[in-house]
């Protein structure tokens, strides 16, 4: 009963057409993420370049803004197509190139642009269309902590089998494993049954959705405070992953199983935490667990530079990785449940310019200190400067309640009792423990 509870969003048929298809995907897309570091650094040993590479598949996510604008106003099962398909392409591309013997890395900065513009378009429309698949806005919260979930599940399994791939074949195989596992979600989206969509944007300025888009998101407190710590998370916390191929091989000593095991350690932790998301029955409280898996993270991959021992540091992953996953789940659901449907995309794709738009800023960063005050160093700073801006958004939790708090009264998440006396319960964190 407790995993019907969990799974119970998989009775809608387009969900679950979603969810096995992206389940597929998803692993191979972390296999070319795994593999992709490992090839960077393995042909040039720069903790720089490791950096450029992630600073240049991020950086097109500034472009999300524009796109959230067509996801409020387009086809988005259409727009998702489109992007899977350039996907595919992408990552056939790039294991044409390795397996022939002729890539370089500026051949993986052009090609990491080129899939960083995709996601750009690809994220802020997938997350709105979660909403069309499931239908009913109570399931929202459990829909986003599957779509979570399977993300995390891939991110467990495909890191692994990359690690072996490499020791084996060489990365090339790991590209060409991913361009084959899109042709799965493709097929989901071609199979799902949709609404006829409303598509307008032929008589609205783009420019001028883009600014209501903006002054909406900005002129609330929580959509603000939410964007806030997602940032600076994302700059200064999340370049951890940048720097794994140096922690793999010049300070534990491994080769790329080492490194498939720390990334398959963060995605365990993120499995848990996914799990453990998707029980909950209401948003409710979700805004405190934010500073707290924050800190949490922090303080994970704080000890993880310091530390030398390899079973130690990954446990220490698998800590980080329930931190981040939990912050990460918990943002996206108050996002999606406070929001108006039509600026919904608008909304996600300022998310999604706050999660992977300030991540490249991080990874060139974190790849210039890592050469200057060494990678353990940097780590370190990241999680300090992570750990205040999650205190900065614990003091305003009680002013993020007073705004919420109606809003979930008109939607139904909080009750009320016969004789219209509000139930008194916690809204984003509860006025007391």
């Known amino acids: 009963m407790r995993l019907s509870g969990i799974f119970h969003t998989l009775r809608y048929r387009n969900f679950r057409l979603f969810f096995a298809g992206q389940g597929i995907s998803l692993i191979g897309t972390w296999m070319q993420h795994v593999a992709m570091g490992w090839l960077v650094y393995r042909i040039t040993n720069s903790p720089f370049l490791l950096g450029v590479v992630g600073f240049s598949s991020q950086i097109p996510a500034f472009f999300s803004p524009v796109a959230g604008v067509f996801a409020d106003r ?28 002729v890539v370089r890395v500026w051949h993986i900065i052009i090609l990491s642009a080129f899939l960083g513009f995709i996601n750009a378009l690809d994220i802020p429309v997938r997350q709105s269309f979660i909403v069309e698949m499931v239908e009913r806005k109570e399931n929202l919260s459990n829909a986003i902590a599957l779509n979570s979930l399977i993300f995390n599940s891939a991110r467990l399994i495909g890191p692994s089998v990359a690690g072996v791939l490499v020791a084996m074949t060489g990365e090339g195989i790991c590209f060409l494993l991913n361009g084959l596992s899109f042709v799965a979600v493709i097929i989901s989206l071609l199979m799902m049954k949709m609404k006829p969509p409303k598509e307008h944007l032929a008589t609205a300025d783009v420019l001028d959705g883009l600014k209501e888009g903006l002054r909406y998101s900005f002129g609330s407190l929580p959509i603000r405070s939410i964007l806030f710590l997602l940032s600076v998370l994302s700059l200064m916390g999340m370049s951890y992953t940048i720097l794994m191929p140096v922690f793999a091989r010049d300070i534990l000593h491994g080769g790329p199983q080492t490194l498939g095991l720390l990334m398959a350690s963060a995605g365990a932790g993120a499995l848990f935490a996914t799990i453990y998301m998707a029980s909950r029955k209401s948003v409710l409280g979700f805004g405190r667990m934010m500073p707290l898996s924050v800190m949490v993270f922090a303080a994970a991959i704080m000890l993880f530079s310091i530390s030398r021992s390899l079973s130690f540091s990954l446990v220490l992953m698998a800590v980080a990785g329930f931190g981040l996953v939990v912050h990460n789940a918990a943002g996206n659901t108050i996002l999606q449940t406070i929001v108006d449907d039509d600026k919904r995309g608008r909304v996600m794709s300022l998310y999604t310019m706050a999660f992977m738009g300030m991540a490249p800023l991080g990874s060139l960063g974190a790849g210039t200190l890592a050469g200057i005050i060494g990678a353990s160093n940097t780590l370190i700073l990241g999680g300090a400067v992570c750990i205040v801006a999650a205190a900065i958004f614990a003091r305003r939790l009680p002013e993020i309640r007073k705004v919420v708090h109606p809003v979930y009264k008109r939607i139904g998440i909080i009750p009320e ?17």
């Open 74 to 101: 387009l086809n988005r099962r259409r727009l998702l197509l489109m992007t899977q398909i350039f996907s595919m392409l992408q990552a056939f591309l790039l294991a044409t190139l390795t397996l022939s013997g």
């Open 417 to 433: 009792v016969a004789s219209g006396v509000n139930i008194v319960a916690e809204l984003v964190v509860p006025p007391e423990d």
